[in-house]
């Protein structure tokens, strides 16, 4: 079985087995929407700066942006959750790699 390193931002990377489960497609939907929401946010963002918007303005609407990134967040890891982790907590050989891979995963999103 080939293992795969995923980049988790700076100096942060996880090996893990690429044979998974795919994305829940109810939680695969409503991330997609999300991230659409947040696509027009951005585009709304760049012009609020463009025209020099009030900051409180761009505050409000990076928040809201913060918002849809939690959500993509929370479905992501519960399609995971969903899909993944009782085959790996089953197994012996891959219990703690999946234990360490969320706390760190968990972690990065804490920064």
């Excluded at 795919?22 to 585009?43: F, N, S």
């Excluded at 959500?71 to 969903?82: C, K, P, R």
């Excluded at 993944?84 to 219990?95: F, I, P, R």
């Excluded at 999946?98 to 804490?110: D, M």
């Amino acid at each position: 079985m080939a293992l795969l390193t995923i980049p988790l931002g700076k100096g942060y990377s996880t090996r893990t087995h690429y044979h998974y489960l795919l994305m829940r497609q109810d939680y695969k939907k409503q991330t997609q929407d999300a991230i659409r929401r947040l696509e027009g946010l951005t585009v709304k963002l760049k012009a609020m700066l463009e025209e020099d918007a009030y900051c409180p303005q761009i505050l409000q609407l990076v928040l809201a942006m913060q918002g849809h990134l939690k959500h993509i967040q929370g479905h992501v890891l519960e399609s995971h959750l969903h899909t993944c982790a009782d085959k790996k907590l089953n197994s012996k050989a891959e219990k703690d790699a999946f234990i360490a891979e969320l706390v760190k995963v968990i972690g990065l999103s804490k920064r």
